[in-house]
């Protein structure tokens, strides 16, 4: 299946709500649901290009094998998610909350997700290429082979979640003042 802009509901009919929403093997291109309701959303072997999804509430959704092309999804709320085998590739996700999800094979591609909340997220198999995670909210998440390489992680709260994760050495500053505001250790 195939969807663009025609396919949405217009935005001047208000924030729209889809209950129960499985979307299958399809291309999704140029939608916008800033604001929509999606409860139970499930997207199987889906693209989603170009579309504008900012503000978008889908708690409990289940994205398996799902590429994020171009996409805004500034404050999508994925709260208590399942993303599997999913790709975020030059989005813009700014205030991303992904409170108690459960990523696995995630990859961050030239993506911004400035003050992202992964608080209690079970992170394995996350990949970073110029992705932008400053003042992200790492707070007792767990994250299992995580490669973070190539993303700014300066001004993360939680960096001790980090236990683990792979870092080049041009991020040890960033990550290391994050460690040593977080033990309380004041350099005067």
Do not use: K, Y
Not at 36 to 46: G, N, P
Not at 72 to 79: A, D, K, P, Q, Y
């Amino acid at each position: 299946m195939w969807a663009s802009a025609e396919h949405a509901p217009s935005p001047d009919e208000g924030a729209a709500h889809i209950g129960g929403a499985e979307i299958r093997e399809s291309t999704l291109e140029g939608i916008r649901l800033s604001s929509a309701r999606a409860d139970s959303l499930r997207l199987t072997d889906v693209v989603v290009s170009g579309c504008d999804l900012s503000g978008m509430v889908a708690d409990g959704a289940s994205l398996t094998r799902v590429r994020f092309i171009g996409c805004r999804l500034t404050g999508i709320v994925l709260s208590d998610a399942r993303l599997t085998d999913v790709s975020f590739e030059d989005c813009h996700a700014d205030m991303i909350n992904l409170r108690m999800a459960r990523l696995q094979r995630v990859r961050l591609s030239a993506t911004r997700c400035r003050q992202a909340d992964l608080l209690e997220a079970r992170v394995a198999d996350l990949s970073t290429d110029g992705a932008d995670l400053r003042g992200a909210t790492l707070e007792r998440a767990v994250f299992t082979a995580a490669d973070l390489r190539g993303a700014d992680l300066e001004d993360v709260r939680g960096a001790s979640a980090l236990r683990g994760a792979i870092i080049s050495p041009e991020q040890v500053l960033g990550v290391g003042l994050s460690l040593i505001g977080e033990a309380g250790i004041r350099v005067e």
